[in-house]
């Protein structure tokens, strides 16, 4: 006997649904729920053994399809039948590979009692929040690190995303820093919406591909950014595995600038409770990369945070090219590129040595209009910036 829950939200097809599934000696209908709210709870019981639900039911998302597999209730969607084609990506975006056409609901009984999908439909592999997608084949990931101290993060992030998108090559900047990001102040970005939150939300209602450009906010016509946290303790709002989507999403269509945090550690207090750890966009990031780049100051204090650094991210990157970006030289430090490539060098293979000027008046003329480097004309630090683009843009050897 298979245990039914049925949730429409008053949608037409429910009437004829429960008609046929109470018809049926193999099933009982246990409850009919309001909402997706009544369905969790009534989930939880442990009674049921299978959910019929509208695919566009609100609030439906991966969250509640895990809830649903956590008591080994299996979903089966209703879809439109004029909608069948992108119900059916929806639904295996968001984990449910059972789906039933609403003009075809003599199949809903064999669906129910079945545990493959119903005839006539292809199966779907689910595709959770934080799966890996298809190759990417748009462009790459390039996550932006460093250690505490603000030793330039973002301006490297924002500068390197605004000469990439200059050669025309079409680039969005994402921001992921946990502890308050600043991109869009430092664009002059008026933002009310966070585009990460807003992103976070689409992806866990698998939506995400299809409003992309929603989250974006053009700063030119090749550069787009995805906006940070309003505020730093709304880190919790975004669940694990939504970064990851995001940037595979990104990725298929352009080069990818991730702003990250300063912080690797593990959060202990993610083992007691089911909230997300602060630090998992950072470590998602890093996880994500084809390329990352650690930046450190030139001074003594900054290059002692570099060199920790660099043996902590090499734990981090699963392999991927790890590239330093000492900023802010100067003649004052008496110390020369060559000192300092011998400081680092000993601590990973590095893809990559590069030095940024200590140009304090071409970031202020930026930071005070709101505008890119680009935007604010020629300097030694954007030279410097065009060389770096040049080395992460240039073919790998071989």
Known sequence: MIVVLVVASGAAWESAALGLLTEHRDIVVLKRCVDVDDLVASASAGQADVA??????????????????????????????????????????????????????????????????????EPSEPLLVGEPSSPAVGGRVLAVWGPAGAPGRTTVAAGLAAELARRRLRTVLVDADPYGGCVAQ???????????????????????????????????????????????????????????HLLDVAREQAEVVVDTGFS?????????????ARNQLTLA??????????????????????ARAL??????????????????????????????AGMVGGFTRLAGLHFLPDDRPAVDRALVAGRTLVESGDSPLLRALGALADAVTAPAPG
């Open 52 to 121: 019929v639900l509208g695919l566009d039911t609100p609030g439906l998302d991966v969250a509640v399809v895990e809830h649903l597999r956590r008591y080994a209730v299996r979903p089966v969607a209703v879809v439109p039948a004029q909608a069948l084609e992108p119900g059916r990506l929806r639904a295996a975006r968001i984990g449910i590979a059972a789906l039933v056409a609403d003009d075809d609901l003599d199949a809903l009984p064999d669906a129910v009692l079945s545990s493959e999908p119903p005839p006539g439909v």
């Open 186 to 244: 430092q664009l002059g970005i008026l933002d009310e919406v966070s585009g990460l939150l807003s992103a976070a939300r689409l992806a866990t209602a698998g939506l995400l591909e299809e409003r992309f450009p929603s989250v974006q906010r053009a700063v030119g016509p090749h550069l787009s950014v995805v906006t940070g946290l309003p505020r730093a303790d709304r880190w919790v709002e975004v669940r694990p595995g939504a970064l990851e």
């Open 264 to 276: 690797l550690e593990e959060d202990p207090g993610q083992d007691f409770g089911s909230r997300p």
């Open 285 to 306: 990031a890093l996880d994500a990369a084809d390329e990352v780049l650690v930046v450190g100051s030139a001074d003594p204090v900054g290059l002692s945070r570099l």
């Open 311 to 340: 043996v902590d991210v090499r734990e981090q990157t699963a392999g991927a090219p790890v590239r330093v970006v000492v900023n802010r030289m100067r003649p004052s430090l008496g110390w020369s590129e060559k000192d300092i």
